[in-house]
């Protein structure tokens, strides 16, 4: 069969239909100078869709590789073993089964570059392999013909240049290394009895609150916390907290763990230093019966370079999966880049989404780095300027294009419940409009220049110089009807080289001023107060959905640092210490509570579901924004932010679209949250027949120095 390009090649714009695409022309006029290069990609995805179906088996079978590829115990207690590797001469399997025999076990060879090994079972009618028992794969120059290499391998596989190396499987499910041994072997995962879920997949939530969450790092202990504890410790805090969503980081094994899990060796591999695949299972399950909505953090982006237990150069060639030459190289993450031109690249990295959702229940995914993938630069000193010759020239990588709009159909079409999200700086249109409209099927972006936003403030601006028209610009400004994130931090923000907002806004002073029985300095008082504006003005106006890096919502100090040579393999700044929002005698419970109770009323009123938002106010002199919206709940909302840093108003004028009473509902300031108690929850306000900022009403009001306050209509 010819390879992608071929079958892609020559897609004549004018003879393609795109379903809906009148629908996304109509939001965004400017996409109709470049509707023939949508047509040309839609078209090229239909001609692979159609190549699947009629050459591979049909899309569902060709997206559930890890069926055929990989070791499975067949009906009579056997082992089926089955590989692609179009440049090996030669493959065996050692192991523990067989005492490591290098050449015992030869693969036999296939058609179109694939091998096979079948391993009867016992006289006796036991699996010929242990449970738990350790492999490797050999590869090497002719049949039979032994090279040279470094043992440790379970598949022995020998090259077309005659030197012999041990591989893992790229298809393998669990990865270990034994003690004090570095490199990762193959694990045969067989237990008698495997996991059981007990609860359905939940709904898609609508109004998306996810926890970005690591599992190595969630515990105030300085180890590697496990999926145990996860389940036992996390999961009720993450449900009392109001977030709906959990997206797991670093699941995918990796053998540098201080990666934080981008440097993926083993795709269908749950990372083992957490645990065994069942307890991530029941992990998963526990939370589907709390409710909660499970991500997995996904890279296909690129892999890591790690050849003896890594995905590159399993067959002994630099291609196999990815590209040759520069191409094939990431030069900012020293990573290997995918080939998304090669039919069995397309069948792996598809039919690994699957295997989390079938294997694991995972509800959907956030798809890691994916402006590495859209451009031929991978988005290296690229600098993004909104220009959309930009998205549709010939900068843009259409292979890479066209494989996350065959992933996203494909997940949407067998799981309806499938939740995507793209993490992409460049804005490229079309990201998160359906495939039937000419876009690439995402759910949601995530909306990546508010974190920056966030972070050049605090660095570089003081408060009496903040920009209240840019502070709203930035929140605002994202595409008609494709859902954006919104996060004032994420895990980025807190890696080393930077600092979590709450460090920026107190840093030393977090080590001495934040019990409650201490004297509040200015500087924690600013800090209190500005973490808790800060979060929630971009929880209420930047996007459709909300993401909380693990522990910020407490204003977790410091930064994240994981265990490396740079740092004497210290465990200090990777772990997240929860002791301290659990402390009655400190000040971090005040933003935890603060961040529950945002959640809940988000939950009540349905804010990050609103069609629309009109931000009536951004007055630089006062430092006041102001905007209104009415959520899911059909009540109408009111949102009042007071920057500045001494100046509080009286009887200050607001616009309000929807006449009537109204109550405050949440309030930065409350006593409850360590706020000054300046506002009185029980007053009422009504609004006034007198337009005002472009709304039909207005109402006069107390705002304290910052403060924010959000009203809901009471009548």
Known sequence: ???????????????????????????????????????????????????????????????????????????????????????????????????????????????????????????????????????????????????????????????????????????????????????????????????????????????????????????????????????????????????????????????????????????????????????????????????????????????????????????????????????????????????????????????????????????????????????????????????????????????????????????HKYYPFVITIAEDVSGMPGICRKVEEGGQGFDYRLGMGIPDMWIKILKETKDEDWNMQNITHTLTNRRYDEGTIAYAESHDQALVGDKTIAFWLMDKEMYTNMGTMNYRSLIIDRGMALHKMIRLITHTLGGEAYLNFIGNEFGHPEWLDFPRQGNNSSYHYARRQFNLVDDEQLRYRFLGNFDRDMNRSEEHYGWLRARQQYVSCHHGGDKVIVFDKVGSSGIPLVFVFNFHPTQSFTDYRIGVDAAGKYKIVLDSDDKCYDGHGRLDHNTEFFTYPEEWNGRSNSMMVYIPSRTAFVFAKAD
């Open 1 to 411: 069969m010819s390879d992608v390009r071929q079958v892609v090649d020559g897609v004549d714009p004018d003879k393609v239909i795109v379903p809906e695409l009148e629908k996304m022309l109509s939001d965004d006029g400017y996409l109709r100078d470049f509707q023939r290069e949508i047509k040309r990609r839609y078209g090229a995805f239909q001609r692979i869709v159609k190549a699947i179906e009629e050459h591979q088996g049909g899309l569902d079978k060709f997206t559930k590789g890890y069926e055929y590829f990989g070791l499975h115990v067949t009906p009579e207690n056997g082992v089926i073993c089955r590989e692609w590797a179009p440049a090996a001469e030669a493959m065996y399997l050692r192991g523990d089964f067989n005492n490591w025999d290098k050449f015992s076990h030869p693969y036999k060879k296939l058609e179109h570059g694939k091998w096979e090994l079948y391993l009867p079972p016992k006289p006796n009618g036991d699996c010929p392999i242990a449970h738990e028992s350790a492999m490797k794969i050999g590869i090497s120059p002719k049949p039979g013909v032994p090279g040279s290499g470094a043992d440790g391998g379970p598949i022995v596989v020998v090259t077309k240049h005659g030197e012999y190396g041990d591989r893992n499987s790229p298809w393998a499910t669990y990865v270990k290394h034994p003690e004090n041994v570095y490199q990762y072997q193959m694990v045969f995962w067989n237990p008698k009895k495997k996991y059981e879920f007990k609860h359905p997949h939940p709904k898609r939530p609508i109004n998306l609150k996810i926890y970005e969450s690591h599992v190595g790092i969630a515990s105030p202990e300085g180890k590697v916390a496990n999926y145990k504890n996860f389940q036992q410790n996390m999961l009720p805090r993450i449900k009392d907290l109001g977030y709906n969503a959990i997206q797991i980081m670093a699941v995918m094994e990796h053998a540098y763990y201080a990666s934080f899990g981008y440097q993926v060796t083993n795709f269908f591999a749950a990372s083992s230093r957490f645990g065994t695949l069942e307890e991530l299972k029941e992990l998963i399950d526990v939370a589907h019966g709390m409710g909660l909505y499970v991500m997995l953090d996904v890279i296909h982006s690129h892999a890591s370079k790690n050849v003896v237990d890594g995905l590159n150069q399993f067959d002994g060639s630099n291609t196999g999966f990815f590209h040759d030459g520069p191409r094939g190289n990431h030069d900012l993450w020293d990573s290997r880049c995918f080939d998304y031109s090669q039919w069995e690249v397309l069948r792996f990295l598809l039919s690994n989404l699957r295997w989390w959702v079938e294997e694991y229940h995972f509800d959907g995914f956030r798809f890691d780095g994916i402006t590495s993938m859209l451009y031929h630069s991978k988005g290296i000193a690229h600098g993004f300027t909104g220009n959309y010759n930009e998205y549709f020239g010939l900068v843009t990588d259409t292979e890479s294009v066209l494989y996350l709009t065959i992933a996203n159909y494909m997940l």
